[in-house]
């Protein structure tokens, strides 16, 4: 039975073998920007820390892996966000597949069981609103569907899985935090009553990819967790989201940030160097009062929107630093 916002059509599934074989680009250092949500402020904000390192000799390419739009209901806003994304390398998240051929899967975010039913009709009014924003934008729209459900970046001798959710589906959940640690909190900040994705699976998933890492989003928390297979480093991380509040108490969205650099960057919060290449996850702080304006003027109180992140755009998830480290990832500068 179909359940709009906990469903996954099985057009977003896929093989973990097409990896092998999957549209491929280079980078020596990149952001991979996911969960964005259509925050103008933090891409903004991405696109002057990409100035700052070109002024140290640092090209950075941008890699956009789905869910850059969500808030994002006035056209200007959604007009930005998609341009520039659409100019970097980028993939469709389930925001971005459901604005480019709606079905009946609601927001498609396939919200497992222990998200609340308010949750989830939250979810499906805001997809619902900002369809009717892509009407206007006719070829945005066209250009999303376009965009793969899932690419490699090479880094060095890395190849990483850019995906949204797992390995296997678009909206996954195999990667989320509270799957590969014990966390046993999720982003709507229910309890999560779930087992971990067995170490069996992840295994699987990378002896069938052939990829080194996988680079996720779509379940809104950051975690990062390394893995030996077959006598070989490989690792997960994920961002949880750009633009959003990502721990207690704090402002920031999140990236992870990939180089061939294996130093340390100054900004980094977390990471792992793993075959000649550095991972570290990166603060976006972005103007939080000028983000809370937008916002308001698009999701008033009372709103959908505001109902379900208000708070945490406010002062962040239930979630501290510590839950977002797992394995031999190291906390860094926090």
């Given at each position: 039975m179909n359940r709009p916002g906990q469903s996954c059509p099985i057009e977003y599934h896929y093989d973990a073998r097409e990896f092998r074989r999957a549209t491929t680009s280079r980078a020596e250092t990149a952001y991979v920007v996911g969960g964005l949500y259509g925050n103008l402020e933090a891409l903004h904000e991405i696109l002057r820390m990409r100035e700052s390192e070109a002024k140290r000799g640092i090209h950075i390419d941008l890699v956009f892996n789905g869910d850059h739009n969500w808030f994002n209901t006035d056209i200007e806003s959604f007009r930005e966000?998609?341009?520039?994304?659409?100019?970097?390398?980028?993939?469709?998240?389930?925001?971005?597949?459901?604005?480019?051929?709606?079905?009946?899967?609601?927001?498609?975010?396939?919200?497992?069981?222990?998200?609340?039913?308010?949750?989830?009709?939250?979810?499906?009014?805001?997809?619902?609103?900002?369809?009717?924003?892509?009407?206007q934008a006719p070829e945005l729209r066209e250009a999303l569907g376009r965009l793969p459900y899932f690419r490699v970046l090479e880094v060095g001798e890395c190849r990483i899985g850019i995906v949204h959710g797992d390995a296997e589906a678009l909206s996954g959940w195999a990667?989320?935090?509270?799957?590969?640690?014990?966390?046993?909190?999720?982003?709507?900040?229910?309890?999560?009553?779930?087992?971990?994705?067995?170490?069996?699976?992840?295994?699987?998933?990378?002896?069938?990819?052939?990829?080194?890492a996988f680079a996720s989003t779509h379940t809104c928390l950051a975690h990062a967790r390394d893995y030996r297979v077959d006598g070989s480093d490989r690792l997960i991380i994920n961002n949880g989201a750009a633009g959003l509040p990502n721990f207690a108490n704090t402002g920031f969205g999140l990236i992870t940030r990939i180089s061939t650099d294996t130093r340390i960057p100054p900004e980094s919060l977390y990471g792992i160097n793993m075959h000649g290449v550095r991972f570290d996850a990166?603060?976006?702080?972005?103007?939080?009062?000028?983000?809370?304006?937008?916002?308001?003027?698009?999701?008033?109180?009372?709103?959908?929107?505001?109902?379900?992140?208000?708070?945490?755009?406010?002062?962040?998830?239930?979630?501290?630093?510590?839950?977002?480290?797992?394995?031999?990832?190291q906390r860094t500068n926090f």
């Open positions: 966000v998609n341009q520039v994304a659409l100019e970097s390398t980028s993939i469709r998240g389930n925001v971005e597949a459901e604005l480019s051929a709606p079905t009946d899967a609601g927001c498609g975010c396939n919200y497992p069981d222990y998200v609340n039913a308010e949750y989830v009709a939250r979810s499906n009014a805001i997809m619902r609103r900002l369809n009717d924003t892509a009407a990667f989320a935090a509270e799957r590969l640690s014990p966390i046993g909190k999720c982003c709507s900040g229910d309890e999560a009553d779930v087992e971990p994705t067995p170490l069996q699976t992840i295994e699987r998933y990378f002896r069938d990819s052939g990829v080194h990166v603060p976006v702080r972005f103007d939080t009062t000028a983000w809370l304006r937008r916002f308001f003027a698009n999701w008033p109180p009372g709103s959908p929107a505001y109902e379900a992140y208000h708070s945490r755009i406010i002062k962040g998830p239930e979630f501290g630093l510590r839950h977002a480290i797992g394995g031999r990832v």
